[in-house]
């Protein structure tokens, strides 16, 4: 057995994506380990996990870069954009040989529409340090990702609040 920097998919359709990077995030700041957690997607709107991570300051750096969910986009261009600007920050940060974990939270996506090139994902996850951590979180992670990675998790809903008519709520969703 030996030590190596992993490469975890968290994907699916179902919920706890986000929520298992943060909680590894964590786990790996209650061991005195730096993280740089980077979210793609969400914007500039206040949730949970913001305020819970700026008490672990000194240990996990926090970056949202997105402008919201890309789905709903009034300019699609403006996103591409954003999500190319913020790629060339993790490069950055995964070359930097600075983290123990980084995390790319909600990244699937940008490969999923072809907003960052898959070939280059994978080349700068392939050399990346040896013992660096790469977490990917996101829906529908392209298949290249699931076949380079080390350990793969799909989120499947079995049921969701949802569907019986129940908004999202502080501490749960957001």
Do not use: N
């Not at 190319?84 to 490969?111: C, N, P, Q």
């Not at 699931?146 to 019986?164: S, W």
């Amino acid at each position: 057995m030996h030590k190596k920097g992993l490469i975890l998919i968290f994907t699916g359709h179902g919920k706890g994506k986000t929520t298992a990077a943060l909680g590894m995030s964590i786990r790996a700041a209650g061991h005195g380990l730096k993280t740089c957690f980077i979210q793609f997607i969400k914007g500039s709107w206040k949730y949970g996990e913001m305020e819970a991570l700026a008490r672990f300051h000194e240990e996990i750096d926090f970056h949202v870069t997105g402008r919201g969910f890309t789905w709903k986009s009034e300019d699609v261009k403006k996103d591409t954009a954003a999500a190319r600007k913020a790629w060339e920050k993790a490069k950055k940060v995964i070359r930097s040989g600075d983290y123990h974990t980084v995390v790319l939270d909600e990244f699937t996506y940008l490969l999923r529409y072809g907003m960052i090139d898959t070939a280059e994902v994978i080349e700068v996850l392939r050399e990346k340090p040896a013992d660096l951590h790469v977490c990917i979180t996101g829906r529908d992670a392209v298949e290249e990702l699931i076949e380079l990675a080390d350990l793969v998790t799909e989120m499947h809903p079995i049921k969701h609040p949802y569907q019986q008519g129940i908004k999202a709520q502080k501490g749960i969703e957001f």
